[in-house]
């Protein structure tokens, strides 16, 4: 779709820009409010008007003249997400450099319909780089219009700018029935991320009570059952967005979003999932198009080739912002203990993908290179650890409870595609490359070592900052101790026997904060007080950097902000 912007707007966004002068203008959600229940949803949109913004509103992956817009109308009572039910509904938006819109700075038209859930997308181009705007959206006849929440986005600096500074927040893992979304509220009251980065799991596709253990649930999934198609996904999908804490992250900040498994099924690849029975639960590539077409419907993000979500994002010269698909082209995971892992034709990237990064890695005049991926890129080895402690820790990392020293789902599966690109970086003398990870439940800060075994002797290639999950459980939540009652030793042991990883946490839940400047790259850890607290606060624990030209990191002794 494209932008009309203020220099010929329609004759209707005339009229409604200048009766906005007079309106009291929605503020923007930030802290005030905790995470609803799906019940409180339902009643919610009963009481609502027609159509409605039930969803609120998002949007993602600024560039530097323009940001990707997000929102879903409810046009009618029952039209729920995956229902297929409701009217083609109008809608415009509009983009103003102030809250009150009277300076508006885009705007335009466009059509929610059940073919697409009812969601609506504009991309927006026409923008001013390194700029913060606000939006908004309406929809309806003339007479009957409603507006929705208004939101804050911001755009990416231009590309050859000289740029001092760039923030993120940076999050992973929300399991709605694990707790509340409470790292998103803390976020949303943050004035100072340019973006907020998702590395993945952003929904999980369990049944009800069925993650991670029976009966655990704080509230409950929609649907309740474990989804497999299109109208699952887009339920799935609808009920997330009804949390408020994860609508006001949306509305404060543009999010960058990539997928891991669970927006698919646990485990995925491309042929396949660990939580996916053929037959039993239909066609792998029937569940695999119905989870991609919900997630571009209900996420602010763009697609790339192929249906994916593998894409660069440039900020100014001092960053690039390298996006991985680790699912939609990996092999299988290999059998665990096999020698299959090291087996040349096995691949995590897809030969496509790990050329185009190669590439952009190489060509990259940005000062930083920061790689958003899924699974972790550093090698752990585990030495000796007690049995109580090896196999709730072998079950968050994916390893054999027996403990050998291979995790087959991230890049210790794909050892082959891992040396190639660590070994592209040292032949090509690509420095200060920055990976960003997701998944495993636990904050980490890691050098990316060229050869495990003899580090420090052999060097470190990269860097890695490992954020922990939102609410998606951990050590201490698996064997229901409080924390620090066995992860000390647990941590130690893993340290002890990988000498690159500086520092794990593996108890807290939380977010990170990154601060990008031309000097060093710092990842600053927080963690919240309790997850199922609605009204949890949040901390900081530790901060970590990686110093320019170092290519490791150290720990710094306070947070940047």
Request: aromatic residues 8%; charged residues 20%; negative net charge.
């Amino acid at each position: 779709m494209t932008s009309r912007h203020a220099s010929s707007p329609s004759r209707r966004t005339v009229v409604r820009a200048a009766a906005a002068t007079a309106a009291a203008v929605p503020v923007l959600p930030t802290t005030a409010s905790a995470s609803d229940s799906a019940a409180s949803s339902e009643a919610e949109q009963a009481a609502a008007p027609v159509p409605a913004f039930l969803h609120g509103v998002a949007s993602g992956d600024p560039l530097p003249d323009g940001v990707l817009l997000w929102t879903r109308v409810t046009p009618e009572p029952g039209a729920e997400p995956g229902s297929g039910r409701g009217a083609d509904t109008p809608v415009c938006w509009e983009v103003a450099e102030d809250r009150e819109f009277t300076a508006i700075a885009a705007s335009g038209a466009t059509l929610a319909s059940a073919p697409s859930d009812h969601t609506v997308k504009a991309d927006v181009r026409g923008l001013r780089p390194a700029t913060t705007y606000y939006f908004r959206f309406t929809a309806g006849a003339p007479d009957g219009e409603v507006r929705s929440p208004t939101g804050r986005t911001r755009t990416a600096p231009a590309v050859g700018a000289s740029v001092a500074q760039i923030r993120f927040g940076v999050v992973s893992c929300a399991n709605w029935e694990a707790g509340w979304f409470s790292a998103y509220r803390h976020l949303a009251a943050r004035a100072d991320l340019d973006a907020v980065l998702h590395l993945g799991d952003y929904l999980y596709e369990y049944a009800s009570g069925g993650y991670p253990t029976q009966g655990a649930a704080l509230r409950e999934h929609r649907p309740a059952h474990e989804i497999l198609n299109l109208a699952d996904y887009r339920l799935r999908h609808g009920n997330y967005k009804t949390d408020t804490d994860l609508q006001a992250l949306h509305a404060a900040h543009p999010v960058i979003a990539i997928w891991d498994d669970h927006e698919f099924a646990n485990d995925a690849w491309s042929g396949g999932a660990q939580n996916h029975t053929p037959g039993a639960e239909g066609a792998w590539a029937d569940r695999v198009a119905a989870a991609k077409q919900a997630y571009f419907e209900w996420m602010p993000v763009r697609a790339s080739t192929e249906g994916t979500v593998y894409r660069r994002l440039r900020f100014g010269r001092l960053a690039d912002l390298h996006l991985l698909d680790l699912r939609s082209f990996r092999s299988e995971q290999a059998s665990i203990g096999s020698g299959s892992v090291d087996d040349p034709e096995r691949t995590i990237t897809g030969r496509a993908q790990l050329d185009w990064l190669k590439a952009g890695l190489a060509g990259s005049d940005a000062v930083w290179k920061l790689v958003g991926t899924s699974v972790m890129i550093s090698p752990v080895a585990f030495g000796a650890l007690p049995a109580h402690l090896l196999e709730p820790l072998a079950g968050l990392l994916g390893l054999p409870k027996e403990g050998l020293a291979v995790n087959v789902d991230q890049w210790d599966g794909y050892t082959d595609d891992r040396r190639e690109l660590i070994g592209h970086l040292r032949e090509r003398g690509i420095t200060d490359t920055v990976f960003l990870t997701g998944d495993v439940h636990m904050a980490w800060a890691n050098d990316v070592p060229v050869r495990a075994a003899t580090y420090p002797l052999s060097p470190s290639a990269a860097t890695e900052f490992v954020v922990t999950s939102v609410t998606s459980s951990n050590l201490d939540d698996i064997l229901r101790v409080a924390p620090q009652t066995v992860s000390l030793v647990a941590a130690a042991a893993v340290r002890g026997a990988n000498r690159h990883v500086k520092w794990v946490d593996m108890d807290s839940h939380g977010y990170g904060v990154l601060d990008v400047t031309a000097e060093r790259s710092q990842m600053d850890y927080y963690v919240l007080s309790d997850r199922t607290a609605k009204d949890a606060t949040s901390s900081w624990s530790r901060s970590y950097r990686t110093r320019r030209g170092t290519q490791k990191v150290e720990r710094v002794d306070r947070p940047v902000r």
